[in-house]
């Protein structure tokens, strides 16, 4: 009599996970400790989860990454420029970013002159990333202070923005480039070792950045050079 051969249909094999041991425990009566490190391990399984998740958003994202145009210009006495604003530029990220989960907000911290913007990237399952840089306020332009601090925060939301998600706006961006037609170095060097003559060198300095509209020494017109240092001698001989 010839053996009959049974085939035992496949049976999948289920992945087993630190929250599947952790129902085990339960249902065995583990005590307080084994319980507790297999919730550990559940919260690192998950977060580490999060994160490969992330990676694969952020890639796939960056594989067909959105185009950012430069959308307005800026002209000033001889200053121009073209730039990406920060409406735009988040409009544009945001739309493409969300295809994939991801999204992004900031955080803003100030201490004494320094203003820190944090861009933080997010995805759905909870990782997220983080990118900061740090300036002065930006005193050009004849700024009152509440304005300085927002050109300032608004610069760095839409740079950190960019170096989060690893985007450029189309083109090279000229924007806070020191015009060409400024002071040199060693001019720069001597204005300041006279301001630093007067007994109120810190105020005679900011005064002086406020009143030609320029966030450091260094930022002055070659051509008021001459009158400008004229104007500190004569404030250092009167005023100490």
């Not at 002055?220 to 404030?235: A, G, I, N, Q, T």
């Amino acid at each position: 009599m010839s053996e009959v051969s049974v085939v035992h249909p496949s049976r999948e094999v289920a992945t087993v996970t630190p929250m599947t041991m952790l129902e085990i425990a339960v249902n065995k009566g583990a005590d307080i400790d084994q319980l507790t490190k297999l919730m550990e391990l559940q919260e690192r399984w998950e977060a580490n989860e999060a994160r490969k998740a992330f990676n694969v958003a952020m890639t796939e994202f960056k594989s067909n990454p959105p185009e950012i145009t430069k959308n307005n210009h800026v002209a000033f006495g001889k200053t121009e420029y073209d730039h990406a604003t920060l409406d735009h530029v988040t409009k544009v990220i945001s739309e493409a970013m969300s295809k994939h989960g991801l999204s992004f907000t900031w955080a803003i911290d100030q201490k004494e002159s320094s203003i820190r913007v944090t861009c933080v990237v997010s995805h759905k399952m909870g990782h997220s990333e983080r990118v900061s840089l740090a300036a002065g306020a930006d005193q050009s332009g004849g700024k009152n202070s509440i304005q300085a601090v927002g050109s300032t925060v608004t610069y760095l939301q839409r740079y950190t923005l960019l170096a989060a998600t690893g985007l450029a706006a189309k083109g090279q961006d000229k924007d806070g480039i020191v015009p060409a037609d400024v002071i040199t170095e060693e001019q720069a060097a001597d204005l300041d070792a006279k301001i630093k003559e007067s007994a109120s060198a810190d105020v005679l300095r900011d005064r002086l950045l406020k009143a030609e509209g320029i966030g450091s020494l260094a930022g002055l017109p070659s051509s008021k050079f001459d009158s400008v240092m004229d104007k500190v001698e004569r404030y250092v001989s009167t005023h100490g």
